[in-house]
């Protein structure tokens, strides 16, 4: 910039420009001049005598304004005076006219420069004049004010820290803002403005300094009381003022702030890009509202902000800088973040993980734990952790709340800054430190703070958020603001409005699967195997209910691993015994929490084990009866190997489940008998719908159509004439003879009997009895008739050989009647009652027929006909597998029922009747055996009694009869003991 000599000040705000302009004088005697410009003509009006007062006047305005300068007055009147002398004219004229044109300038220059000493005197603006080197070499009243030693030195040095920004403003930018500072301590803002002064031989320069103190206070205060963070910027992005909120964010001092460059604290090269777009903008005059990830000072955490900014404007309208709020957005982002991961993702906990990962961008933690309270807090349990397998697993699963801590979640203050001396401050904390595992081993990791948010629903603590970091003294109460705004309370209710869900859908899938069940062992496995994955309980059993034996037996398990809890084989519980034996009679559920703890449900476990010879790592047990038709069918056991596995929640949850499940139990028992009675069904049985199509069928249908699986085929398939499809579609009650083709193209002539549901089930029975079974079935009841009437006739002779056989008893000693009775016995062993005898004794012998009979369902059913105490003495090891034999039914079943009434009837001591059914081969086999009374060794006499014996109520011979038809075996074995097996071994089918 430019400054004339002693001129004002505010004419240095414009650069004018220097002109020569050319003045010549006219032939009369007048000034001319070759520039039209308004100072010209008013010097040629000073020397032509012209107005010259007014002139002079105006002439001393334009010099006071930026448009004319002295060195332009100067040249001025140096051409004048030369157009003067050229014009030939008298020299008195001539030297008037300078003398007259001298007296012009002096006067503007002495009036000129007298006002402006006026004014730099009497400006409260400080002002000085500075040398090449920038040393003040004059300085007016206000600036002595500041200092009134301020000759001599730089005037950088009154600027602190901005000296070089200073330095380099001097001569060379128009005004900007800085901050003046004296003695280290008081600091002004100034609005400082640098120019050029030219005087001859020498260059120089000005400083004018305006005091901005109130006005920037006034600033200040506007900016101080904004809730966000307030910034001001000058043009070249140095931070001029910064409030509170803006340094607390930044973490940075006013000091440290003032003059600071703002791009400094810019992380990444996006954000400066839009920075540097964003200040172009500011400087076209427009506002905008951006984001930028800054780093703060000391900690070094990165921030996101949202910057909304202004641009600002000084006197002249040029564009002075930039006043920037800064609004942290992390918190809104991160209510983004929450909410979006509520809105996608179901799995509680991975919830959770997500949930802590937010959380981990404002508080550090080391671990982290969502926290179940019981209703009335007195247990906590973790099911949710981060990091998983961060930290050694809970020796309880819910861990007992000491009644002084159980209202603490709730207080103001909810964090504790040095957990191990928290607990050693109070008796209950000291318990704890003495006796819980779960606590000794938190202190041995390293736990040292922690801090928590409670779970709140309806006025009711749900659970706790708790964070734990391994150093002393990490959480406050800014901690504790900073996890309030983050809003984790309702984010952490989302997550236990999941967990509920989750258990709603684990209802409706495990019912499913309990419907989908075929079997009364299939339901129970499916029971126990859906409670121990969805909880993750350690072992889940299911004892059946033995009501004759008064013992609870294993039906089903579910373990956390390959260790089965108990042996099937061998575990027989008495109904009166155990936790299982407390349920059992209180018809309600038992908890065991800790064995050692001295209850009723303690000294019953113990009991038991000690009965059992347990010796499993078992810590607690809930048993829950299971009831169906209003007694108690089995007994549900949940044990685990963590202490406090079991609370009233627990209670309520698998109590909520079984009352749902008891009424499925039910209907499927109810199913099961159906289908068990259509199995066991002597004839072939089909169930259809009313469109012909089929549901389900047994063996005898399956067998007779020649398909194993009938589902879904038309029944019109197998119908050969017309009569029998007519009968079912118009649903005739009277019994139809047809014909069925199998899908082998067997052909058996049927009586196909129809019998209709009710209508709501549109389900259709049909019962095909096979005609040529019909004959045998007849001829088999004559039989059975005439066996009976020849066992009756027998009755009496048995009776006299018993009494023949005592009075030999006494009389044996006779040689003669020793020999009679040996005669006897040999008629008698001749007497053969057997199946074929009888048989025979009407003529016709009877008929191998060919079939398929399945040994196990053969036993089951005999052993079920028995009076209760004959079954109390018979173990039969039955297997799930089928066992097909190539027999026909009938006469296996015969021969099965002979071997076990044998058995029975010479049955003596507790040892029971065992049978076993095996794979030998291509043949199946089986095993009859038990204690038979034995009869002391007397010669002859002990031969014909067993001989008798036998051959009456085994019927040895029918058996190995019946076995060698369908080229099987019949062995009879004497054992160890007294016992003898009965052993029938037949081919495979």
């Not at 009723?600 to 169906?628: H, N, Q, Y």
Request: charged share 25%; aromatic share 8%.
């Amino acid at each position: 910039m430019q400054m004339k000599r002693n001129a004002l000040p505010h004419t240095a705000f414009k650069e004018a420009g220097m002109t020569k302009r050319q003045v010549s004088i006219d032939s009369g005697g007048s000034v001319a001049t070759k520039s039209d410009s308004p100072e010209a003509e008013l010097l040629r009006r000073i020397i032509s005598d012209k107005s010259q007062e007014g002139a002079v006047e105006e002439l001393i305005s334009k010099l006071r304004g930026p448009g004319y300068t002295f060195v332009e007055l100067f040249r001025d009147a140096a051409g004048l005076k030369q157009s003067i002398v050229a014009v030939k004219g008298p020299w008195n004229q001539v030297i008037d006219r300078w003398k007259r044109l001298d007296r012009t300038v002096s006067e503007c220059v002495v009036r000129t420069s007298a006002a402006h000493e006026s004014f730099m005197d009497k400006t409260a603006h400080a002002f000085c004049e500075i040398d090449r080197e920038g040393l003040i070499v004059t300085a007016n009243a206000a600036m002595h004010k500041f200092d009134p030693n301020c000759i001599g030195k730089p005037l950088a040095s009154y600027f602190g820290e901005m000296a070089e920004s200073v330095r380099t403003a001097i001569g060379n930018s128009p005004r900007q803002l800085f901050q003046l500072t004296f003695n280290g301590e008081r600091k002004y803002p100034v609005l400082a403005e640098f120019g050029r002064i030219e005087t001859a031989g020498r260059n120089s320069g000005y400083a004018l300094l305006v005091d901005m103190t109130d006005l920037f206070n006034a600033d200040r205060k506007a900016l101080d009381a904004a809730p966000t963070g307030m910034v001001k910027l000058d043009v070249r992005q140095r931070i001029i003022h910064a409030n509170a909120a803006a340094l607390k964010l930044l973490e940075i001092s006013e000091a440290e702030a003032i003059g600071r460059d703002a791009r400094t604290f810019i992380t990444d090269a996006k954000s400066r890009r839009t920075v540097k777009h964003q200040t172009a903008v500011r400087r076209q005059g427009r506002g905008g509202v951006y984001e930028a990830l800054f780093r703060t000072e000391k900690s070094g955490k990165e921030v996101k902000l949202r910057l909304t900014s202004t641009p600002l404007f000084d006197s002249t309208g040029a564009f002075s800088g930039s006043l920037i709020s800064l609004q942290p957005i992390d918190y809104e982002r991160a209510h983004e973040d929450i909410a979006r991961l509520l809105a996608t993702e179901t799995d509680v906990q991975k919830l959770f993980d997500g949930l802590v990962e937010i959380v981990r961008r404002f508080v550090e933690f080391d671990w982290a734990d969502l926290v179940a309270f019981t209703p009335n807090r007195d247990y906590s349990h973790s099911f949710c952790r981060y990091p998983v397998g961060g930290r050694p697993a809970y020796h309880s699963r819910w861990f007992p709340i000491p009644i002084e801590y159980r209202n603490w979640v709730e207080m103001p203050k909810s964090w504790i800054a040095d957990y191990e001396n928290f607990l050693l401050s109070s008796e209950p904390g000291k318990s704890l430190l003495q006796t819980n595992r779960d606590v000794q081993d938190a202190i041995a990791v390293g736990v040292k703070a922690l801090i928590t948010v409670p779970v709140l629903s309806g006025g009711r603590v749900l659970g706790a958020l708790s964070l734990q970091s391994n150093q002393i003294g990490k959480y406050n109460a800014a901690t504790q603001k900073t996890l309030h705004l983050l809003g984790l309370d309702q984010a952490l209710q989302a997550i236990f409005r999941e967990r509920e869900r989750t258990e709603e859908r684990f209802y409706s899938s495990f019912l499913k699967k309990l419907w989908a069940s075929k079997s009364h062992t299939e339901l129970a496995q499916a029971i126990v195997t859906g409670i121990a994955e969805h909880y993750n309980f350690q072992t889940v059993s299911i004892f059946r209910v033995n009501a004759i034996r008064q013992q609870f037996e294993p039906l089903a398990e579910a373990s956390r691993g390959l260790r089965r809890r108990i042996s099937p084989s061998d575990y027989k519980l008495p109904l009166d015994k155990g936790l299982k034996g407390l349920a059992y009679q209180r018809k309600d559920g038992a908890i065991l929490q800790d064995p050692n703890d001295g209850s009723e449900e303690a000294s019953a476990f113990l009991t038991a084990r000690k009965a059992l010879g347990v010796t499993d790592a078992t810590k607690s047990e809930l048993c829950m009866p299971i009831r169906a038709r209003k007694r108690t069918l089995w007994m549900l056991s949940i044990a685990d190997d963590r202490a406090h596995a079991f609370a009233d929640t627990d209670y309520t949850a698998i109590n909520k489940i079984i009352e749902q499940i008891e009424p499925a139990i039910e209907c499927l028992f109810q199913d099961l008998v159906r289908q068990q009675l259509i199995s066991a069904f002597p004839e072939a049985v089909v169930v259809a719908s009313i469109e012909g199509n089929i549901l389900r069928c047994n063996e005898k249908a399956s067998q007779m159509f020649e398909c194993k699986s009938l589902e879904g085929r038309a029944l019109s398939e197998f119908l050969l004439d017309e009569e029998g499809r007519a009968a079912f579609k118009e649903r005739r009650s009277a019994p139809t003879l047809t014909i069925i083709v199998g899908s082998r193209r067997k052909k058996t002539t049927v009586l196909m009997s129809i019998f209709t549901l009710p209508e709501e089930f549109d389900h259709i029975v049909l019962r095909l009895q096979d005609v040529t079974k019909l004959q045998w079935e007849t001829d088999l009841e004559r039989l059975k008739a005439a066996l009976a009437e020849a066992t009756s006739q027998v009755r009496v002779p048995l009776s006299l050989v018993s009494s023949f056989v005592q009075q030999l008893e006494q009389k044996a000693t006779d040689n003669g009647l020793a020999d009679l009775a040996r005669n006897t016995v040999r008629q008698l062993g001749r007497i053969e009652l057997t199946y074929d005898r009888v048989m025979a004794s009407y003529g016709n012998k009877a008929p191998v027929k060919s079939g398929k009979a399945e040994v196990n369902r053969i036993l089951r059913y005999l052993i079920g006909q028995l009076p209760d105490l004959s079954r109390q003495v018979i173990k039969h090891s039955a297997s799930k597998r089928e066992r097909w034999v190539s027999a026909d039914e009938y006469r296996l079943a015969f021969a099965l029922e002979s071997m076990l009434a044998y058995l029975l009837r010479a049955h003596c001591g507790e040892s029971l009747i065992a049978i076993n059914v095996s794979d030998v081969g291509n043949s199946v086999q089986v095993s009859m055996s038990g204690p038979v009374r034995q009869i002391d060794a007397n010669g002859e006499l002990a031969t014909l009694v067993e001989a008798t014996r036998t051959d009456i109520a085994l019927g040895d011979d029918a058996i190995s009869r019946i076995a060698g038809d369908y080229k099987g075996a019949f062995t009879r074995r004497r054992r160890l003991q007294g016992r003898e097996e009965l052993l029938i071994r037949l081919p495979s089918a």
